[in-house]
């Protein structure tokens, strides 16, 4: 089975097991310190369009995207009677925007699991303004169903990074990151949340 293959399996199922554990008052708060009502938002990697709900009424615009055409499917329906919300299928290593489009960019839980997150980071600080804002929400190590989880993708699916919030954090600024602010919520496993400002 491909990645696509995966996701567009998972999807019927995400809101269950990740979906709505991220709907956490912490999180959404610490993420809202960062954006603005006037800010045009990109997310990728948007998933189900958990995080595209929470966020729209307090911003401007959010387009929204994802690469598992069920995820899509799925974020649309959702979105369908919010007015500044745009959801469609697209690829974070080529994002089809240009540069300096965006305030701020958005791409929860997505960086552990790509084969080179670099170029995902290269595309997301392309598409966002000089001093805009790039919030990454990414898995750590914590406990033990966490553990099994990528064990299992690992095994049936593809690789994944390991990372524990030390090495996260280093692997940002190894990227030449500048981290503004950084927190860790319990969203069903440890979510460390990295607030970078985009300076290019």
């Excluded at 995080?51 to 959702?78: G, H, R, W």
């Excluded at 670099?118 to 898995?139: F, H, M, W």
């Excluded at 524990?164 to 949340?193: M, R, W």
Aim: hydrophobic fraction near 40%.
């Amino acid at each position: 089975m491909n990645n696509k293959s995966f996701w567009n399996r998972y999807a019927s199922v995400y809101d269950k097991i990740i979906g709505n554990k991220i709907n956490n008052k912490e999180l959404f708060n610490f993420i809202l310190k960062y954006t603005g009502e006037d800010d045009r938002l990109i997310e990728a990697a948007c998933g189900t369009g958990a995080f595209t709900c929470l966020l729209s009424p307090n911003l401007e615009e959010i387009i929204a995207f994802d690469y598992s055409e069920e995820m899509v499917k799925k974020a649309k329906n959702k979105t369908k009677n919010l007015n500044n919300v745009e959801v469609s299928v697209g690829d974070l290593n080529n994002i089809n925007y240009e540069d300096n489009y965006f305030d701020v960019a958005l791409a929860a839980n997505v960086l552990h699991l790509l084969d080179k997150p670099e170029t995902a980071i290269s595309e997301l600080t392309r598409v966002v303004k000089d001093n805009g804002i790039l919030i990454l929400p990414t898995y750590v190590k914590g406990n033990t169903f966490q553990r099994l989880m990528l064990k299992t993708l690992k095994l049936f699916v593809f690789e994944s990074n390991e990372w524990s919030k030390n090495e996260y954090l280093c692997f940002l600024k190894n990227h030449n990151l500048e981290i503004l602010d950084y927190d860790v919520f319990n969203a069903g496993q440890p979510l460390c949340v990295a607030i970078i400002k985009n300076s290019k």
